[in-house]
DNA sequence: TTCCGATACGTTATTTAGTAACACTGGCGA
DNA sequence: TCGCCAGTGTTACTAAATAACGTATCGGAA
């Protein structure tokens, strides 16, 4: 898992918050770092570990303030199965991406435009999808 | 919501823990019949109120148990995004079922034999997938 | 019969996840 | 200079899940 898509992406990140006049502060530019730079997916708690070295005393909430802002700006995504999140290295279509998840090295590899299920019940109309598919990369593929 | 699948639904597992040579328990079955009667995804520790007036003593890992148990048999399904369990009236396929959840009334449809996602990347073998999609279903959209 | 092993359940405790509520601060506009 | 407000600090708590170990029950082997 390459380390070093970080230095792009928050430059990508800086400017989609200029766009839209948000704020990449500190602590929302070093969490995007981190989970960017984490190998596979990185669990909320673990983030919080990195960051206190530095940080000295943050605490759950502002960890988790700082992911939902990112999540918000759809810079990060939530494996929900794993109650994890990954960096999106992606441009950001917004409309949820279908993650890949290999089981045995942890990549998770980030699909968009989702072919869309047409078998929906009738009538149902979707606001957001979480489509998580789990099983062996390419690589750890025997 | 309706309360009356769990009757046809019970009889069904009871057949299908036999075919297996697996125990429907008392307290599985308690369980099973309560995530059916449940109007909507129910979480376990709701779960676990609902069983201690009857149960006296029930405790975490009481209800973890029996519905992992029933999850392996395809009785019941995790909705991993809302940390919530659903049961499955279906046949099951097993192979995971396709979501449609309800955010306004909590109605869950199942779908099975989702359309396999032909965007995969490269090498990558399908172990299990969590496909979940929040919206409104037919009865509550305008 | 007694003993054995296996499966399920009871119980205690702990870890992991996530949020509510309120206080503080520093910048920015009126 | 005042007051607002977004962002953060802080405390405390709720919710979700599991580890580890003890106990009971039952069916089969000795």
Redesign the interface.
Known sequence: MSRSHSSEALEAAERLCQERGERLTPIRKRVLELVLDWDGPVKAYDLLEALNPEAGTAKPPTVYRALDFLMGLGLVHKV??LNAFVGCTHSHDEGGA?L?I??NCGSV?E?HG??V???????????????????????C?S
Chains 1, 2 share one sequence.
């Open positions: 929900e199965a279908e890949y290999c089981n590899r699909r989702a072919a299920p047409h078998n929906a019940p009738e009538g149902f109309r979707i606001e957001r999808s979480v489509i998580e598919h789990f099983g062996h990369c390419g690589n593929n």
